[in-house]
């Protein structure tokens, strides 16, 4: 992971990676998935999801182009290490969170590692691959969602990228300490308490450092089981 490194983003090189970007580096309403009805507040939002030159990681149909969830939907991530559940704002980030429940309903996450842990200077479990190369992706991409305000504390659940606008895909990052990032990775939504705790032994037990100075993969493997919404 050469150039990498310094940006939160994914392993490989700048052209097929996903991360977050570290600035201390030189170099990372109502509970509910779906609602078909014009009642939807997000029924007259219409997401881009344009190819990505890479090929899918795993098979998956491409989201609508309406999104079909709203408010505050919850999920469930069954993974090695317990339990994480937490809520996505699809009110705020629609076209996010609409990809998310697509891939979780198709199984896209299942039985995928959590490739990446940093440990120093940002405060993140990255997941989202199936290859668990860091390079993966489901063949689309996903126009950022920000705002401009973002802020990266513990329980937070951002999208990684490539470093360039509007480059997510699958991969996304959990916060298991307050992390200081350029509000450039859009924030979907949070993990509870427990999921953080979780995620926070983990990161007590360190990485191999494959990637550089407390950025590697985990020392105790994070698998993600299942992901659900709703």
Request: proline content about 9%.
């Amino acid at each position: 992971m050469p150039a990498l490194l310094l940006v939160l983003t994914a392993c490989g090189d700048g052209s097929s990676g996903q991360s977050a970007q570290d600035p201390a580096a030189t170099s990372p309403d109502q509970s509910g998935t779906s609602s078909g009805s014009a009642t939807s507040p997000n029924s007259d939002v219409s997401c881009d999801y344009p190819a990505d030159p890479r090929p899918a990681t795993r098979k998956v149909d491409a989201p609508p182009q309406t999104p079909d969830v709203h408010g505050m939907v919850q999920i469930t991530m069954k993974t090695s290490i317990g339990v994480l559940g937490g809520t996505l704002d699809a009110d705020k980030t629609p076209c996010t969170v609409n990809s998310f429940v697509s891939l979780a309903e198709q199984g896209y996450f299942d039985d995928t590692p959590c490739h990446r842990l940093t440990t120093t200077g940002i405060f993140v479990l990255q997941c989202g691959d199936p290859s668990g190369s860091g390079t993966g992706g489901p063949g689309y991409t996903i126009p950022d969602e920000l705002s401009g305000e973002e802020t990266y504390g513990p329980g937070t659940l951002a999208m990684a990228n490539t470093g360039q606008a509007d480059t997510g895909g699958s991969q996304f990052f959990l916060v298991y300490r307050s992390t200081p990032l350029p509000p450039s990775y859009t924030v979907f939504g949070r993990v509870d308490p427990a999921g953080v705790k979780a995620v926070q032994k983990v990161a007590a037990r360190g990485t191999d450092e494959a990637y550089g100075a407390g950025d590697g993969h985990p020392n105790v493997s994070v698998t993600l089981e299942t992901v659900s919404a709703g």
